[in-house]
Structures are given as structure tokens and as C-alpha cells.
């Protein structure tokens, strides 16, 4: 595949941040499980990683913003493009050993995502995706699966954990879209479960509380992919939203259906 030079600046941030990351996992897998030690060693390692993905798109394009998950906004003279930027989607993955995280990198031009890449650097699979170009899995077209009913899909999810979300909400979608599909996924690695639909490896995804650096490059990966995503009441703005429903146009449509059923009442 043809690469535009922006989309061989983010490829190759995203790899070498990736780099650091997979000497950096190599090293927790050793640590003794305890809050602080191991919590403060992937702290690190996030923190480091951001800083390769800064270093290489600002050496690139100097005058864009830079939107990271560890570091405040900052914005740019350029005033049309951004970078957001999530330097290890996964972390609770990381910290216990798990291999699957990812370094996801996306460019906003005014308001629109027009490129994205996530690269996992534990399984060497790199995501690309551009406005117009079509996505890819390491140089591979990649396209959303064409399952048609819901009872034939496999859909991932993200899950509320201790201090976070909406336990009982959850509860009540997960109740409605057990019953009506083959089975439910939760990976840990929102940017990645993203790519997985694009790769039709999963048939649709849903969460809610997510950031932009979660997202963004899944969502265009998605797009170009053939696929489809909204919010959870059906908007077109993810990442103010914080929600995200995906799969190709039928999977799509019945899964946002589905996750905004009513409670059942008595």
C-alpha cells in the first residue's frame, strides 16, 4: 500500500513508541503484583511512551496540536490539524501481563479525523487507516464483517470496573444483547477492539465513558473500513459524546437498537 508522508510520520511514532513499550512489558511481567510498584512502573512507561509519540509527530509537523491522554492540550499555531494521541490503550492489560495493549495515534483536520494508526506491538499488528484510502492491517485491506442479524455476531464491549461507570446501566445492555447474539467480548483495549471491527475479527463494539485518545484512529478505521459508528443515542460526535456503537450499517443499526432498549419493568 501507498502511504501518504503524514501517515509514515504516524506509522513510524507509533512503532517506536511501541518499541519502548514492548521492552517496558517485558519488565512488568517480572514485577511483584503490588499497587504501588508495578503502578508506578507502567506510569512510567506510558509516560515515556507518550513522549517518543510527541517527539516524532512535533520533529514532523511542529505547528499542529497535540491532544495525549498523559499530558494537558496543547495547541497548535496551525490551528486546523490536531494529533490525538492514547500512548498505551490497555494499560490494566499491561500492568497484569496481558498482550493486548496498543500505541493509537490519530490527525484531526478542522474537526474531522482524516488518519489513524494502532500498532500493537505484542502481536506486531499494525492498523492504518486515511480519508479516502481504505484500512489496513500490516499492508493487508482489512474490510467490517458482513454478518447480517445479530444472532450470528460476535459484539465486544467495554465494561464499567471498581469506581467506574454505570454498574446498573451496563447490567441492563449486556442483558439485552446477550439475548440476542452468538457472544460478548470484552478485550480491555477500547482502541483496539475498534480496529478488531474494522478487521472483522468482531461483528460490532460498544462502550460508553471514553475519551478522544480512545477512539479517534479506531473510528476511521472503522469508516474505511466500510463500517459504521455513532454514539449511543445516535449521534455523529464520538468523542465529545464519550460513547461509541460500530459495526457494518445492519450490525450497526441493531446494536444501537438493541443497547437502548428500555429497563424491563415489572
Not at 497484569?96 to 489513524?116: K, N, Y
Request: glycine share 12%.
Amino acid at each position: 500500500m501507498a502511504r501518504s508522508a503524514l501517515l509514515n510520520v504516524m506509522v513510524q511514532a507509533a512503532m517506536k513508541a511501541g518499541k519502548s513499550l514492548a521492552r517496558d512489558f517485558g519488565e512488568v511481567q517480572n514485577l511483584q503484583v503490588s499497587v504501588k510498584g508495578p503502578g508506578d512502573f507502567v506510569s512510567q512507561a506510558d509516560l515515556k511512551a507518550e513522549k517518543i509519540v510527541y517527539d516524532e509527530l512535533m520533529k514532523s509537523r511542529p505547528t499542529y496540536g497535540f491532544l495525549g491522554e498523559e499530558s494537558q492540550e496543547i495547541k497548535g499555531t496551525d490551528g486546523a490539524h490536531r494529533w490525538i494521541v492514547d500512548p498505551l490503550d490497555g494499560t490494566t492489560n499491561f500492568l497484569h501481563g496481558i498482550p493486548q495493549f496498543a500505541v493509537s495515534i490519530a490527525l484531526e483536520r478542522d474537526g474531522e479525523i482524516v488518519a489513524g494508526v494502532i500498532f500493537n506491538p505484542a502481536t506486531d499488528e499494525l492498523f492504518t487507516a486515511e480519508k479516502g484510502g481504505g484500512a489496513f492491517l500490516n499492508d493487508r485491506r482489512i474490510r467490517v464483517a458482513a454478518r447480517r442479524v445479530l444472532s450470528d455476531c460476535v459484539i465486544g464491549c467495554g465494561m464499567p470496573h471498581l469506581g467506574r461507570g454505570n454498574h446498573g446501566k451496563f447490567l441492563v445492555e449486556l442483558r439485552h444483547v446477550m439475548g440476542e447474539v452468538s457472544g460478548v467480548r470484552r478485550f480491555g483495549a477500547a482502541a483496539l477492539d475498534l480496529a478488531y471491527v474494522a478487521a472483522g475479527r468482531i461483528d460490532g463494539f460498544w462502550e460508553v465513558g471514553l475519551s478522544p485518545w480512545d477512539i479517534a484512529a479506531g473510528l476511521i478505521l472503522i469508516r474505511e473500513a466500510g463500517g459504521f459508528t455513532s454514539t449511543l443515542k445516535g449521534g455523529t460526535d464520538m468523542l465529545e459524546d464519550g460513547t461509541v456503537v460500530a459495526g457494518n450499517e445492519l450490525i450497526q443499526k441493531q446494536l444501537l437498537e438493541v443497547t437502548n432498549r428500555p429497563v424491563p419493568t415489572r
